[in-house]
């Protein structure tokens, strides 16, 4: 996240159509895109002039989270909390302890990747009375071509399991249909209908549906008007798509 990225102007837009809580925490299912959505609600919020602090709080895989790339999120309005040092790769779980710092502090923004499935929504457990007195948003991004979240039940098993372990309730929910870079805009745009759908029965509002950049054109071009769709500009490569991505 190099410092001046041009963040696209209909993610700012759908930031001003919802009033945000204090914390926004950030979980769903390995693979479902939850830390890119993370990052990317980070960029655009601080760009939209708010303070914003962004905590790593990935007990499950530290390899494919926030404080990999920590030292390259550059930004104004925006700072990254990260496990110090050595401890970022270490096999113990570490939580950064000035997070609950950052519950009680009005003038940021906290936005908490947490890792994945339910076991990762355990480390919002220590913080559970802070953040409800906080006020907070819990976001669960579905992902509906990974396995354990192709289904209605299986994605209210998860979150169930998710709320059961934190103690939070899911308030949102995102829809973030890829099959990595062979994703259609046809494939997307039918899966974010699907996630709606699915958040319908659940009784829990989707805030919007996600698309890659390079796609993102012909899926709004598909979706029914009153799907928002924010605008995914990914920063997380894996080694083999290195030079094909933005970052």
Not at 124 to 130: A, D, M, R, S, V
Not at 217 to 233: A, T
Request: net charge neutral; aromatic share 6%.
């Amino acid at each position: 996240m190099k410092k001046n990225n041009r963040v696209p102007e209909n993610n700012l837009s759908l930031l001003k159509d919802k009033k945000w809580n204090h914390v926004i925490a950030v979980t769903g299912a390995l693979g479902s895109g939850k830390t890119e959505l993370t990052m990317s609600l980070a960029s655009a919020m601080a760009d939209s002039g708010v303070s914003v602090v962004l905590a790593d709080m990935d007990i499950i895989n530290p390899y494919f989270c926030l404080r990999a790339l920590a030292g390259d999120i550059i930004k104004e309005n925006l700072s990254v909390l990260a496990p110090p040092g050595d401890l970022k790769w270490g096999d113990m779980s570490y939580i950064n302890p000035l997070i609950r710092t950052k519950i009680h502090d009005p003038s940021n923004r906290l936005i908490i990747d947490i890792g994945g499935d339910s076991k990762g929504a355990l480390a919002l457990k220590q913080f559970e009375p802070e953040i409800l007195k906080a006020g907070y948003d819990l976001v669960f991004v579905v992902n509906p071509y990974r396995t354990h979240t192709k289904t209605f039940s299986e994605i209210a098993e998860m979150r169930d399991k998710l709320e059961a372990t934190c103690g939070l309730k899911v308030n949102s929910i995102a829809a973030n249909p890829h099959l990595m870079h062979i994703t259609s805009p046809k494939e997307c745009a039918e899966g974010i209908i699907l996630v709606n759908d699915f958040s319908k029965k659940m009784d829990v509002p989707m805030f919007f549906g996600i698309a890659e950049e390079s796609i993102s054109y012909d899926v709004k071009k598909i979706l029914p008007n009153n799907i928002p769709l924010w605008i995914l500009q990914r920063e997380i490569l894996l080694p083999w798509e290195r030079g094909k991505v933005r970052i």
